[in-house]
């Protein structure tokens, strides 16, 4: 007998992507779709990083089934190596560039990679599986922003304007598809130790105690956080949401 809560959380059957998946928010997120019983397919640059992630998930014959990906979405030709998939219905758009010189010195180069892998990479994914989700009446699309897309601090440069698009995307997406069964949120972290942060703010114990202090639950995030999160919007149980910015951040935004 099927449970109520896996009627409203199972994603058993499932298929979902995370970009990003070997580390962080990305790993959180992936681990926590595998254990509500989807098959996951994880997507990032390294190879060897990823295959750890797999053989960590992957507990039995019987269990979801995981792939691994290694692309690097900066590059346009492999993010169409990676959208050649046909069975996604849950995507998890989470992997980032995160490098944030002073505008000043915001260089032309390190604009084009970070809207590349921020903004355009999300952007064609949706467009890529988007479409087959709505013929089949179901998906899921989440996308992980940042404080950064509605606030500017500590050289935000092309990664807040990235993030700040991601938002209007997840809107756009929204409209376009969720008549279809196909919804589109954001989620968007407070100061969360993972290793996109640890060169910008946790090799800095001020900065780690500076924002662990406007938290209201005083302390920064971990990338478990994102577990419940994941699982709530990928699920039946949140068919009635889209277009929304979901914000994981202990009360920081609202501090």
């Known amino acids: ?42 997507v990032a640059r390294t190879a060897s990083r990823l295959e750890e992630v797999a053989a960590s998930l992957q507990s039995g014959p019987s269990a979801p089934h995981v792939e691994t990906i290694a692309a690097d979405l900066a590059d346009r030709a492999d993010v169409a190596r990676v959208a050649k998939r046909t069975d996604v219905d849950i995507l998890v758009n989470s992997a980032a560039i995160n490098v944030r010189p002073p505008m000043d010195s915001l260089t032309d180069d390190v604009w084009d990679q970070t809207l590349a892998a921020n903004l355009t990479a999300p952007f064609l994914l949706g ?6 989700m709505a013929e089949r009446g179901w998906g899921r699309i ?8 509605f606030r500017a601090y500590g050289n935000s440069g092309a990664y807040g304007a990235a993030k700040a ?27 969360v130790q993972t290793p996109l ?10 900065k780690v105690a500076a924002h662990a202090k406007r938290a209201m639950i005083g302390r920064n ?11 709530y919007l990928a699920s039946t149980a949140s068919a009635a949401v889209t277009g929304q910015t979901l914000f994981v951040d202990g009360g920081y935004s609202a501090s």
């Not at 467009?127 to 087959?132: K, L, N």
């Not at 698009?165 to 100061?191: I, M």
């Not at 995030?221 to 699982?231: E, L, Q």
């Open 221 to 231: 995030g971990v990338p478990d956080d994102f577990a419940g999160c994941a699982v």
């Open 197 to 206: 942060t640890e060169p910008t703010v946790f090799n800095d114990p001020a």
């Open 165 to 191: 698009g991601l938002v209007g995307l997840t809107r756009s997406q929204a409209e376009a598809w969720s008549g279809r069964g196909v919804t589109s949120n954001a989620v968007a972290p407070g100061v």
């Open 142 to 149: 989440i996308n992980v922003v940042s404080q950064q897309a």
């Open 1 to 42: 007998m099927t449970s109520y809560l896996e009627t409203l959380f199972g994603l058993g059957g499932r298929t979902a992507m995370v970009t990003g998946g070997s580390s962080g928010i990305g790993q959180a997120m992936a681990t926590a779709l595998y254990r509500a019983g989807a098959n996951v397919i994880l």
């Open 127 to 132: 467009q890529a599986f988007a479409p087959a």
